[in-house]
């Protein structure tokens, strides 16, 4: 199984400053015969499901505002939240669906300093 | 808009069954897998198999091969998730998932509310 590591555990990050969370697989997620990474990014607040924010490592899913951005390749991702706004107060998961099973992060719990 | 509505909360025994159904809406239900994903307290989203509605193939974790079943009705739009042999350890809210994609591997680009089970005798 793919493992998936995320750091940090946690931040607090001043209102209108930059969030960075990253993200290691065990093994490269990147498939080679069409060179996407199979790397999504989740954010999950209280009491509600995950929701998408960004796959294949830097695509923005629709409606997603444009302050949340991915890059990285191979193993080393980055979730990057240009500006933090209040309701960015969320965990934040990277999964892998690269291969089988499909594996997620423990989560990166963002709050406001 | 597109939606998954799951079954509510349930309280099995140990040793029991439990199905948790998810219907989906605002989609072509047939062109897309769903998948079931878990988080037990303390522990990380835990993927535990699809169903590929274009062709209804499954696809199962090893870890759940033995007693994890996935169905679903396509008249009523609406897959199943059932899982047997529960232990306590089996205590979790479960989700559904959309594919975003056509293809299997793809991310989980609609979620439904979480369904939680818990396991006590």
């Known amino acids: 199984d793919i493992v998936m590591t995320q750091s940090p555990d946690s931040l607090a990050v001043s209102l209108g400053e930059r969030a960075t969370i990253n993200c290691k697989s065990s093994q490269s997620v990147l498939y080679s015969s069409n060179n996407n990474n199979y790397l999504a990014w989740y954010q999950r607040k209280a009491g509600q499901p995950p929701k998408l924010l960004i796959y294949r490592a830097s695509t923005r899913e629709s409606g997603v505002p444009e302050r949340f951005s991915g890059s990285g390749s191979g193993t080393d991702f980055t979730l990057t939240i240009s500006s933090l706004q209040a309701e960015d107060v969320a965990v934040y998961y990277c999964?892998?669906?690269?291969?089988?099973?499909?594996?997620f992060g423990p989560g990166t719990k963002v709050d406001i300093k | 808009q597109v939606q998954l509505v799951q079954s509510g909360a349930e309280v099995k025994k140990p040793g029991a069954s439990v199905k948790v159904s998810c219907k989906a809406s605002g989609y072509t239900f047939t062109s897309y897998t769903i998948h079931w994903v878990r988080q037990a307290p303390g522990q990380r989203l835990e993927w535990m198999g699809w169903?590929?509605?274009?062709?209804?193939?499954?696809k199962y974790a090893q870890k759940f091969q033995d007693r994890l079943t996935i169905t679903r009705d396509t008249s009523a739009s609406t897959a199943y998730m059932e899982l047997s042999s529960l232990g306590s350890e089996d205590t979790a809210v479960y989700y559904c998932?959309?594919?975003?994609?056509?293809?299997?591997?793809?991310?989980?680009?609609?979620w439904g509310q979480g369904t939680l089970v818990t396991v006590s005798s």
């Open positions: 999964q892998q669906y690269y291969s089988i099973p499909f594996t």
């Open positions: 169903i590929d509605l274009t062709n209804d193939n499954t």
């Open positions: 998932a959309k594919g975003g994609g056509y293809s299997t591997y793809e991310r989980f680009d609609y």
